[in-house]
């Protein structure tokens, strides 16, 4: 049975300046702006008059790569939704890119050609235009860059004129580098009951294969209090899960003198029993600083005993050449402490097989650091030269080598069992999900584990004791016990799948109301300006 792990985690960045333009200015400011038009052939195009009023088309999204780029596109499809365009089949195509590896950009890149040959519209977003704007595939195509995603709908309003354009800067505020768009923009979630949230963008390492960081840039962390409102809104919607993510959630806080466990502690407290928060990535060096008090926030209850530490490789010759700025033996450290602290905790990792200059013998390193902890997760990557990196230019292993390895740690990482032993207990598990296959519904324990349980209407959304009666490499299923009752961990009625998030309610207007596009739009555009809101809005039902 597939498992989520063997899926491409479809994983926000972003806040705004005082000094951006609010969204009064930005409607204001659409009216100077001269778009350059796109080139159209007129014989072809056989639009309705009405077909052109921004906001009345259909939008089809698609997003590729990692849980941040994935939030990124449930604040994009909110904004869109908001104000009055339908998310499904569709007049014009918005594609969220990766660019960690090539065969993501490969799909992308097929995906633009595949809307063209269909004469749709095409707008795209994510890492790879962002990096590559002047890339020949991308010409003509309107682009919104990865800290403009609040603009999303001046954007897909241009581009349904025909129009080009492309938002790409860098935002600031006093000379310090923010991340992007506001935390408190609508959004609709792909799964109601999980948020994602975005505590950093961008990174403090140079990776030297790494080609997210020339998109995403250099560490801009969310002060505190904005997470921690993000958090609470999260669970007034009925969300029963948090994930937090960014390029490297360890380092977060080092730009604005704050760190990661004073953040957890903070969130922790805004956590309804039986509601759980998860962990995103962290790079090894700056884990290392805070390994006490993360073994205790790993321990709390409502806090998943699961981290994401990438090692990379086990070679130190390696992982020099890669500029991790960190050797194996700090990578043991931080897997070593966790698990005697937190007995049980998940340690998931990543390797890149095949990286310039690795030889049978760095492999081997590999192996033997696999052999020894069994990772019950772990997530193997061909090494592909992505374009501009230093790596690239190093001298690459052929590829049938590269192949090979990487056959070879996947049967490794195969040949053993890690949940065998735990038949016969009894767990607690949050079900948040359903199953690939549409069998079961997905839970997950404490430690993060996979857990299937049946089917029952009764058990989404809730803490459920089951009793484990079989495991799989990637999962266990389990049975409720007799006479338990699911425990309700949200404070509030989630929402529907596909509504909009963090619409303003204003004089018993509500983002569940069926009211007009135009005033959801309307509500949306004004939403920073309560005066506009309270004299207009009656006026504009009325119409």
Known sequence: MPSACDS?????????????????????????IIPRSRKKNVEHEELQADSLIPGTQKIWMKTWGCSHNNSDGEYMAGQLAASGYKIT???????????????????????????????????????????????????????????????????????????????????????????????????IRKNPLIEIISINTGCLNACTYCKTKHARGDLASY????????????????????????????AYGRDIGTDLPTLLWRLVEEIPEGAMLRLGMTNPPYILEHLEEMAKILSHPRVYAFLHVPVQSASDSVLMDMKREYCVGDFKRVVDFLKERVPGVTIATDIICGFPGETEEDFQETLDLVKLYQFPSLFINQFYPRPGTPAAK??????????????????LFH???????????????????ESFDGQYYVA???FYEQVLVPKRAEFKGKMVEVDIYEAGKHFMKGGPVEDSQPFTPSIAVPLQKGEVS??????????????????????????????????????????
Not at 109 to 125: F, G, L, P, T
Not at 394 to 411: D, G, Y
Not at 415 to 433: F, I
Not at 524 to 536: E, Q, S, W
Request: glycine share 6%.
């Open 8 to 32: 491409a985690i479809e994983d926000i960045e972003d806040m705004v300046s005082f000094n951006d333009p609010t969204p009064q200015d930005r409607q204001s400011a659409r009216k100077r």
């Open 89 to 187: 089949e569709a007049d014009l195509w918005l594609l969220n890119s990766c660019t960690v590896k090539n065969p993501a950009e490969d799909h992308f890149r097929n995906s633009i050609k595949k809307a063209q040959e269909q004469q749709k519209k095409v707008v795209v977003a994510g890492c790879v235009p962002q990096a590559q704007p002047r890339m020949d595939y991308l010409k003509g195509l309107s682009i919104i860059g990865v800290q403009q995603i609040d603009r999303v709908v001046e954007v897909v309003d241009e581009a349904v004129k025909g129009h080009s354009v492309r938002l790409l800067g860098q935002k600031k505020d006093g000379g310090r580098r923010l991340g992007g768009a506001r935390l408190d923009l609508p959004k």
């Open 223 to 250: 002060p505190i209090e904005e997470l921690v409102e993000r958090t609470r809104q999260s669970f007034q919607e009925g969300v029963c899960e948090i994930w937090l993510t960014s390029e490297d959630t360890g």
């Open 394 to 411: 190093m001298e690459q292993i052929p590829a049938h080598i590269k192949k090979q390895r990487t056959k070879e740690l996947s049967q």
């Open 415 to 433: 040949s053993y069992h890690p949940y065998d032993h735990k038949v016969g207990e009894r767990q607690q598990v949050l079900v948040t999900e």
């Open 444 to 446: 997950h324990n404490k």
């Open 502 to 543: 963090g619409l303003t309610q204003v004089k018993g207007f509500s983002s569940r109301d069926s009211n007009t596009s135009s005033v959801r739009r309307c509500l949306f555009v004004h939403a920073n300006d309560p005066t506009f809101i309270l004299t207009n809005i009656t006026q504009m039902t009325e119409e």
